[in-house]
């Protein structure tokens, strides 16, 4: 390098550029400032991402201690495995119930929380605070209040209504786990609603009040499209949160009764940590991380079409 | 949205939030008070909202069936080092994806928010044969490793990029004539206004890791190892029914201490979380 | 001090130019105003002397040392920044004094020259300040403090007043003038403002799109303008220009005869440009016949917009005249200050 530049115009001084110039040093401290991070990320995601799905090609019986290739066999298993298909639906049913249920109970307590009224703020923390009760916390007491002789029962007996056993029977069981997890986390997409509607600027409801726009039209056509990207992100969060949810089912259902609350996460678990079965446990894995890229990127594409508005 | 608004629908919205706060703070409250009732009012009809009588011993037992306290200190100082380690790892990363020009940054960075696409659930099965023949199940340094250098990091990363790239350019450079290096300008500059991001993202990252559930019960096997949630759900009969008042009374000890810090710093807590480039 | 020697300076972004080989010799202790409309390439240059740009070709020298390839902070600048890039979480005088504490200064002389620079600089007051606290001027005096603490070879000033208001502006150029008569420290000083450059510089440079235009003492160039550009850059209101003829009996458009200079006579038959400062325009029946289309009363002077043949231009006339739209007056240039200017290139006829 040093060489070369001697056979230019050499400058007046005589000294040779460095070899550490400004943005060759610059270069080496941004590989340094991130590489815990990517070596991180490709020893405890890259590698097993890909350990998965060689496993998912095999068949691992770990107490004959083999490990045979087998090919695609897992995955024509995925396609016979009638169990699957009442997992995915349960998974479904899941998810979406959650996501409705997060977003529109959210967006209507941002709503509140956004009035001009006295004490506004105490509402806003205690709204919030599932969201710091430890998560097992909040599942065993809701577990213990969902009992057939527990407190909700208690109390809708006391007006005379004899309630279910919640979490023994399908349809209550599926309600109960998805209510749980609403309650358990709706603070933090009702505080990301609650910042989107204070970004809106309030000229823009001066505006259409002098228009003449009722309020529930000002909701539907300034509001909600400007609010859109928030709505955007915390769908996504939320859909990829609800098919990792795993300790709610492991506390309050096992999974039960039958398969009807058993979500892909607790199967793949099942499967691989208490049947030892890692060759379909990695092939479930492949499934679970195929869903989970096929909803974002299919979100992300939404974008164009749904939000509005971006700054 | 915000108008002055009449006398009664002032009572009618009040009306309307008291209703909707009951499931976020009755479980809270029926856990606390069930905890301390004795085994016998626990299940009593009609449901005492305010206990009649108090059994303390329940919480002597909380510690007699398990090494309790031991379990609390691994969830406690878990918890803090993966907090310290992720905002020193992701840090340092998000200002490099903000700041510095470096070959292929683009590219790295893609790579890196893969990682958002992959939950640590996918990996789980391949992350146990990895720490099973590293010699680390049944210890710690999975619960560790992994959130520190793995997908939960990623997200933090994300977000602390977002936030620096706000940071006006010009401050750097300013820094850069007062005689400064690159980790200079991060740790008298940059860090020091990233104080407000740092906090809100430190708290999520504690919780998430006070909360992890499926990752203990992956790799630890032994009681003294168990992280609370674990533990929490370990407190069983002879059939593997829950030993209902134990449990609410480990529960309580729990969620307790988080939810004080809360109350006292809760204005931190949801600001924090609103203003940190969260929205995207 | 020292002189800072630019020869034949380069910056591309790719294979985008945007400064195609500077020359620009600063002389010791001098104040130079680098000038020039948005994207003509003043900031770059001035960011490439701290060494906050690379340098694509070419050599800068400062004090006698080549430093293309050095950091800024060894290239001993100070610079002033547009927004004041003031630390927030640092008080004025850490703020000022953080310079020192990285080239291994002790408390007592970093205090010693912080307290000098609050000195200089009527900041004693104010030093235990966070900048949030500080009014546009404060802060711009200690982002002027935290570059001369240090008492660097060269300060370099990036649009520093362009956030500050109009009444403030004018304060502020004149402390920054009489802060350089103290100090006699060489400046390199930016703006778009020409007021500016013409009211603070010893030399101004009056780049466009990255070439340097012209290099002059502000009342040089205001008087003889290299160019077309440079004469409608430097001035305000802008010089009036107007395409004709050179003829023996002066310039010729639109069926008017402009008188000119003895000078002119050996450009006659060509076409050309007279160029016309609005302030050497004056009313006289003898004059020209010009048609009325705006009047704006400034007070101590009339701006008058008027019709010259079919070229629109400016006056601005000391008296108080009583001028309505559409009214027709005589207007009379001052022959000695007219200029003339090829009509390709745009150059200066002499």
Known sequence: MAVAHQHHETPKAGTPPPFWTIARRDSLAGFLFIAPQLIGIITFVLVPLGLVFWYSLHEWNVLANTFTFTGSQNYRMVLEDTNLLEVLGATTIFSVGLVVLNLSLALLLAVLLNQKLAGIAVFRALFFSPVVVSLVAWTIVWGFLLQKNGGINGMLLMVGIEGPNWLREDVTAMISVIVVQVFKNVGLNMILFLAALQGVPKELYEAARIDGAPAFKQFRRITLPLISPTILLTSIITIVGSLQVFAQIAVLTQGGPGLSTTVLVYYLYQQAFQFDYFGYGSTLSILLFVIVAVLTFAQWQMRKRIVFYEN | MKTDLSPRLRVALYGLMCVLLIPFVFPTWWMVTSSIKPISDIFAFPPQLIPQNYDWTTYSKVFELQPFVQQYWNSAYIAAVVTIGTMVVSSMAGYAFARIRFPYADTIFMIVLLGLLIPSEVTIVPLFQMFLKAGMVNTHWPLILVPIFGAPSVFVTFVMRQFFVTLPAELEEAARVDGLGRFKIFRKIALPLAKPALASVAIFTFLHSWNLFLEPIVFLSSADKFTLPQALTQYTDAYGGPMWNIQLAAATLTALPVLIVFIIAQKQFVEGLAHTGLKG | ?350
């Open chain 3, 1 to 350: 001090m020292a002189q800072v020697t630019l020869s034949e300076i380069r910056k591309s972004y790719g294979s985008v130019n945007v400064i195609h080989g500077v020359d620009l010799q600063i002389n010791d202790g001098e104040f130079v105003v680098l000038v020039g409309p948005s994207g003509c390439g003043k900031s770059t240059l001035l960011r490439m002397i701290a060494g906050l740009e690379t340098i694509t070709g070419g050599t800068l020298d400062i004090g006698g040392r080549i430093v293309n390839d050095l950091d800024p902070k060894d290239r001993d600048i100070a610079m002033v920044f547009q927004s004041y890039a003031l630390y927030p979480h640092m008080t004025a005088a850490t703020n000022m004094g953080f310079s020192l504490e990285h080239r291994g200064g002790s408390k007592a002389e970093i205090e010693e020259r912080v307290n000098w620079a609050a000195g200089i600089l009527g900041l004693e007051a104010l030093l235990d300040r966070y900048p949030r606290q500080l009014s546009g001027g404060q802060r711009q005096r200690v982002a002027m403090g935290r570059a001369i603490v240090r008492n660097p070879q060269v300060f370099l000033f990036d649009e520093p007043l362009s956030n500050l208001d109009a009444k403030l502006r004018v304060v502020m150029r004149g402390e920054i003038k009489s802060l350089h008569q103290k100090l006699k420290t060489t400046t390199v000083y930016v703006t778009h403002d020409q007021v500016e450059a013409m009211t603070m510089a010893d030399r101004i440079v009056v780049l466009n799109r990255g070439r340097v235009e012209q290099i002059g003492a502000p009342l040089d160039l205001y008087d003889r303008p290299a160019n077309r550009f440079v004469a409608g850059f430097i001035g305000s209101p802008s010089m009036n220009f107007i395409e004709g003829t050179i003829t023996a009996e002066g310039f010729a458009t639109a069926g008017l005869t402009v008188p000119l200079p003895i000078k002119a006579q050996s450009h006659v038959g060509g076409p050309a440009i007279l160029g016309i400062r609005p302030e050497h325009l004056r009313l006289d029946p003898a004059g020209i016949r010009a048609e009325v289309l705006l009047v704006e009363p400034m007070g101590a002077e009339t701006q008058v917009t008027m019709l010259l043949g079919n070229t629109q231009v400016i006056g601005v006339f000391r008296e108080r005249v009583d001028l309505s739209p559409d009214t027709v007056i005589n207007v009379m240039p001052d022959v000695a200050a007219i200029h003339l200017f090829d009509t390709d290139g745009g150059q200066r006829l002499d």
